[in-house]
């Protein structure tokens, strides 16, 4: 009894442990290189790390992430850029000073500054799990095939992608800063990877948050009515 006791005690500080050093960079970091500015984001076991110039759309990259000691091993679902290294596992050293993050990938460390932490109502990953039908009801929507579409919102910024990691296929990408604020949802769009005249452009949706469930409701792009529900994803046990 005591032994099983120890083993239970030993693997729930391994948990709590494991969690405190994901938070550790959980959230958003930048980066600027000359006109190019790196956008990296850590949130609930998945990273994205997205380039762009201006309003031009350079790549992007991501997929799970689990630290221990001073690496962050990664496990790539997405390259827009290399598709190469889809699927592919690394371990990047790293370290925290204040507010940067140093990354050592190569011949120097490269240090990204804190842009937030990743604690807001609506920070996590998400995924569209419901969506209202012509005639008003929510109908639930299951997640069918190797396509994988998430969302992802750190304190101030978001990102979604389109993706298909069995097939090694990058479809889209958008993501900039984002408010919520008294039951409004509103966008703006830093990087595009479609379409880059949308760089700039507001986009501003009803939200609210219901049983841990977010509700997004207004107009399309392009105009057409939507009422979405999405829920809330972790990045892969098996990683």
């Known amino acids: 009894m005591m032994k099983k006791f120890i083993f239970v005690l030993l693997a729930a500080i391994g948990t709590f442990a494991q969690v405190q050093a994901q938070s550790i960079i959980t959230g958003a970091w930048k980066f ?11 949130q609930d076991g998945f990273f994205f790390h997205t380039q762009h110039n201006g309003n031009q759309f350079v790549m992007t990259r991501g997929g799970y992430f689990k630290i221990e000691g001073n690496k962050i091993n990664v496990l790539v679902l997405f390259n827009s850029a290399d598709t190469l290294e889809v699927n592919k596992k690394e371990s990047i050293p790293f370290s925290i000073d204040h507010n940067f993050l140093a990354l050592n990938l190569g011949k120097e460390n490269t240090k990204f500054e804190r842009v937030d932490d990743g ?13 209202m039908a012509d005639d008003g009801k929510l109908v639930e929507i ?6 994988q579409t998430y969302k992802m919102l ?26 919520f604020t008294d039951g409004k949802y509103t966008e703006n769009i830093e990087f595009f990877s ?33 009422y979405e529900v999405w829920s809330k994803v972790k990045a892969s046990p098996i990683f």
């Open 142 to 147: 299951h997640q069918t095939g190797t396509r």
């Open 194 to 226: 479609r379409d880059n005249t949308r760089v700039g452009a507001s986009l501003t949706f009803d939200g609210k948050l219901e049983d841990g469930k977010w509700h997004h409701s207004g107009l399309s792009s392009k105009g057409a009515k939507i």
């Open 154 to 179: 750190t304190s101030k910024k978001f990102q979604w992608v389109a993706i298909d990691p069995a097939k090694k296929q990058f479809m889209g990408t958008g993501g900039g800063t984002y408010s």
């Open 119 to 131: 604690k807001a109502p609506l920070a996590g990953v998400w995924q569209i799990s419901g969506r």
């Open 32 to 42: 600027t290189d000359g006109k190019n500015e790196h956008h990296l984001f850590f």
